[in-house]
């Protein structure tokens, strides 16, 4: 029992929701030791403390000597707790059971991920591009496709077809119209769960609709662009009404490919499903031109597949290039998110010289005459 740990150990544990700048949000476990205590007592709890309690709490010197990190999503252990003043100090953090870097939050069990179906429309590229960066985590990935209301039953049955040949069994709703809102609600429950995607689709509705109590700034579809506007600035997690907590991130459009390339292909659902019967000739195959190789093929992404793995080819050997510092290559970002490698120039050979070097050239060149 909690109860019995505070007593032994004096101990209150919490998660962190949030981080800002130098100090973190906790929220201590609603039937925590001392907060048991005080109901027992019969002693009133501080009116301006909400329930389950919330602290903004410093990390003890010890945890940054040592270099330990506080992520959103942590289990800490809350040292000194001031309820009157609603403060607290992070004495410990927990063994993580799952890290994300980017976003950075600790111990998700899963990544909710939301897409419009139109406006702005749904784009098999760069949905194929989070769904990949989403498996790369080893978390399980539940799909949502929003705006259902906008489209014919037949072409969501188009979708949801074509989808499924991707290894994916979507979600259609709507947070307009509130269509199966409470069906994603129930794969939430009791798991905290990121959500991400891109901008403009409805995340920020979604959540609002699953927390009534909060209300997120929305933003609007750029019709220039048939892009959304993101609008969440950090990282936080929101309680649930059904248990569980949800991560919102901010938005991005073209998340990196900084993977393994020989990892990538396991990140296709169709490609594991072939790798699972049989057996590539080369065990370092990377499945474009090697002979006898089993994933090459006419599955749908296929071409996907070929174009990330150029790109996590090129994130690895700018990598290694950035350890070699006597690289003679430079990474050039080419916009839409291609980028490629250009050989660097001697930069004392082919700099501009400076005005004030030249003036001091020809002062010297002066005093040489006379």
């Given at each position: 029992?909690?109860?019995?740990?505070?007593?032994?150990?004096?101990?209150?544990?919490?998660?962190?929701?949030?981080?800002?700048?130098?100090?973190?949000?906790?929220?201590?476990?609603?039937?925590?030791?001392?907060?048991?205590?005080?109901?027992?007592?019969?002693?009133?709890?501080?009116?301006?403390?909400?329930?389950?309690?919330?602290?903004?709490?410093?990390?003890?010197?010890?945890?940054?000597?040592?270099?330990?990190?506080?992520?959103?999503?942590?289990?800490?252990?809350?040292?000194?707790?001031?309820?009157?003043?609603?403060?607290?100090?992070?004495?410990?953090?927990?063994?993580?059971?799952?890290?994300?870097?980017?976003?950075?939050?600790?111990?998700?069990?899963?990544?909710?991920?939301?897409?419009?179906?139109?406006?702005?429309?749904?784009?098999?590229?760069q949905?194929?591009?989070?769904?990949?960066?989403?498996?790369?985590?080893?978390?399980?990935?539940?799909?949502?496709?929003?705006?259902?209301?906008?489209?014919?039953?037949?072409?969501?049955?188009?979708?949801?077809d074509r989808l499924l040949g991707w290894g994916y069994q979507p979600i259609f709703i709507s947070v307009k119209d509130g269509i199966n809102t409470e069906q994603a609600a129930r794969y939430l429950s009791n798991k905290i769960t990121v959500i991400a995607g891109p901008s403009g689709v409805g995340k920020s509705s979604l959540i609002n609709t699953l927390i009534d109590s909060l209300q997120l700034r929305v933003g609007e579809v750029s019709g220039k662009l048939a892009r959304g506007r993101?609008?969440?600035?950090?990282?936080?997690?929101?309680?649930?009404?059904?248990?569980?907590?949800?991560?919102?991130?901010?938005?991005?459009?073209q998340p990196d490919m900084d993977c393994n390339p020989e990892e990538l292909i396991r990140y296709f659902p169709e490609a594991r499903k072939r790798l699972a019967i049989a057996s590539c000739r080369f065990s370092d195959c990377l499945h474009r031109d090697?002979?006898?190789?089993?994933?090459?093929?006419?599955?749908?992404?296929?071409?996907?597949?070929l174009e990330f793995l150029d790109a996590a080819i090129a994130h690895e050997t700018h990598l290694h290039q950035q350890a070699d510092p006597e690289s003679t290559l430079k990474l050039k970002s080419k916009g839409k998110g291609q980028s490629e490698y250009e050989p660097k120039l001697e930069s004392k050979k082919y700099r501009r010289i400076s005005r004030k070097t030249q003036l001091q050239d020809l002062q010297e060149l002066y005093r040489d005459e006379e």
């Open positions: 029992m909690i109860g019995e740990n505070f007593a032994a150990t004096g101990q209150l544990l919490g998660t962190v929701v949030a981080v800002q700048a130098n100090f973190y949000r906790v929220q201590l476990d609603q039937e925590d030791g001392e907060m048991r205590e005080i109901k027992e007592m019969g002693e009133q709890e501080p009116p301006d403390l909400p329930y389950p309690p919330l602290l903004l709490c410093t990390r003890r010197t010890r945890l940054k000597k040592i270099g330990q990190q506080v992520m959103v999503g942590d289990r800490v252990v809350v040292e000194e707790p001031d309820w009157a003043g609603g403060r607290g100090a992070i004495a410990e953090v927990l063994p993580r059971q799952s890290e994300l870097d980017r976003p950075a939050i600790a111990n998700v069990n899963q990544i909710l991920l939301v897409f419009a179906v139109a406006d702005p429309p749904l784009e098999p590229y949905l194929s591009r989070f769904l990949i960066k989403a498996e790369s985590t080893g978390l399980d990935v539940l799909l949502c496709l929003n705006k259902s209301d906008l489209i014919s039953p037949q072409s969501q049955q188009q979708i949801s993101h609008t969440t600035r950090h990282i936080e997690l929101f309680e649930l009404p059904s248990g569980g907590m949800l991560a919102d991130t901010p938005g991005f459009n090697e002979p006898e190789c089993v994933v090459r093929g006419d599955w749908e992404r296929y071409e996907h597949y």
